[in-house]
């Protein structure tokens, strides 16, 4: 079968201030733009047989940057998962939130006020990048590799399904901005073969906190946060 590289779209204005963008138009902050523009010489050279996104103009952009001259193929079943009444308040705020701790612990109980199921969201965007790589495979050949730009929870969900996890949990599960997330499925299963990888170490050591819980360090973004090292 075909190989898909999951691309997260570059840091947003909304990741920066530490809002939850959701399904609003926000776009890639300059930080963004540059790790987006970074993913073009990770890209290169590789015969990508397809290139498909989100709708949202975030993740459009980063396409734009990281392979320029591509037309990507939009996909509804990438989109963000839709927070509700959520989007667009500061993730300080809503940690404080009855609901936060589900979200954290027992994500497939969760129904954003307002919006969508998490399990919902995991489903669609399965079937989605199953369907892809499907259809990528008989038009292209199982040696064919494609590409889909999406989000944090997105891509965490359907890394979840290639591990065979439950969605409850995928919040132990990384997708930074500008990441790239590798799956190659095949008749009997999926095999995961690199994960949240930004090509640079520098990621990987964690953010000064000020005054910050352990208990907090140990929650998961939603909507996948900034990253570890910016």
């Known amino acids: 079968m075909a190989t898909v590289l999951l691309l997260r779209h570059g840091r947003t204005t909304a990741n920066a201030s530490g809002e939850l963008a959701g399904r609003r138009p926000v776009e890639l902050d300059e930080t963004g733009r540059t790790q987006a523009a970074r993913v073009a010489d990770r890209l290169a050279g590789l015969p990508l047989s397809a290139v498909v ?30 927070y509700g009444d959520w989007e667009g308040r500061p993730l300080k705020e809503l940690a404080k939130e009855d609901l936060w701790p589900v979200v954290q612990q027992h994500p497939s109980a969760v129904t954003f006020p307002g919006g969508e199921a998490m399990a919902a969201m995991s489903a669609r965007a399965i079937a989605a990048v199953r369907a892809w790589d499907q259809r990528v495979n008989e038009e292209h050949g199982p040696e064919s590799i494609w ?21 409850d949990q995928f919040q132990r599960i990384a997708a930074d901005p500008a990441s790239i997330t590798v799956i190659r499925y095949t008749p009997t299963r999926p095999f995961l073969v690199r994960v949240n990888d930004t090509g640079e170490l520098a990621s990987l050591v964690p953010r000064k906190t000020d005054g910050e819980k352990p208990a907090e360090q140990s929650d998961a973004a939603v909507g996948g946060g900034a990253g570890a090292g910016v």
């Open 53 to 82: 996104s989100s709708p949202l103009i975030r993740c459009r952009q980063t396409v734009e940057l990281a392979l320029p001259g591509a037309t990507p193929a939009l996909e509804d079943g990438l989109i963000e998962c839709g």
């Open 147 to 167: 590409l889909a730009c999406s989000h944090g929870d997105v891509i965490k969900a359907i890394v979840a399904d290639a591990m065979g996890l439950h969605l």
